[in-house]
């Protein structure tokens, strides 16, 4: 081999070694799939890729792997942050509908009204599957919620095709039913 040959063969050894252990077995599958992973990057960029450069690639890949991960987490926190918020909201109008469902004897009709009585707990759910069967439409939703005085009314117009005093033809109401403007108002 003459000298210049030497020198071209010099020029073509990797600038860097990896130091493998493990069985031959092992060592070919890993190396078969960085000579793949290569090749492809070869085609994609239409010019000879080395060593250097898959290394680049899969650390991108675990970049961008390791970032959905953290935007999954993200997420997952807006899901929580939401849930506690509907929580939040919907404590509220309990302890506001409380209010106005109990009293002294002489202010029935006046700052409660009988009517609200047994409407806390039924409300609370009332709101909550409203929340979640709205997909995300701030519309529907509002309707939704605004329906729930309607159905306590006896008034079954808008209510959910599923509701049961859509689909029970002897549907009879479990709750009071509103009839004061006062209740109403109070509501
Ligand atoms: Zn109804």
Redesign the pocket.
Known sequence: MSESEKKKLEKRTPCFRIEVSGTEEKKDEIFGKFASIRQELTKKNNKPMGNLQVIEALLQKWNEENDTSNTQTKEENTEAINQNDVWHCVKSVKSALKKVSTGSKSSEGKTWSFQLSDKVEPVATHMHWAIQNCNQDEKKLQKSLL?IL??YK???T???ES????VDAK?EPSRIVITSPVAEKLF
């Open positions: 329906n309607d159905h006896n008034i079954h808008d209510c959910h509701a049961r005093c859509k549907y």
